[in-house]
């Protein structure tokens, strides 16, 4: 299992800006296509955002299209989401999840795509 491990996730006003990360001590994350899923208690997890292994190429779902923006840093083993123009309905549990794969373009949108996933760090966002 890779230990995902996601950080940043608070309390922030609507308007607001907000930086997640996501890293994985002791393993090499250059080799895992990533991506960003979000989760309100009782509704299914539904897709943010993904990035290839080389970071080139990235992929968002429409509702956070022009506000949100994932990059990476393989160097840092490390990845990231920043999301701007905050809504109340961007409020969900983020989680980061990494799929093994060997195209260093190629990019993931669907849950099941993905085989290994982080516990979620909590983004609340009020009116």
């Known amino acids: 299992q890779v230990p995902l491990v996601e950080s940043g996730g608070r309390l922030v006003q609507a308007g607001g800006s907000l930086g997640l990360s996501c890293g994985a001590s002791g393993w090499t994350l250059s080799t895992y296509g990533m991506g960003w899923f979000r989760q309100v208690p009782g509704k299914e997890r539904e897709f943010v955002a993904a990035?290839?292994?080389?970071?080139?190429?990235?992929y968002y779902s429409e509702s956070v299209k022009g506000r949100f923006t994932i990059s990476r840093d393989n160097a840092k083993n490390t990845m990231y989401l920043q999301m701007n123009s905050l809504k109340p309905e961007d409020t969900a549990i983020y989680i980061c999840a990494a799929r093994s794969i060997a195209l260093w373009g190629a990019v993931g949108v669907k849950e099941n795509e993905y085989g290994f996933w982080g516990q979620g760090t909590r983004v609340t966002v009020s009116s």
């Open positions: 990035i290839s292994r080389s970071g080139s190429n990235t």
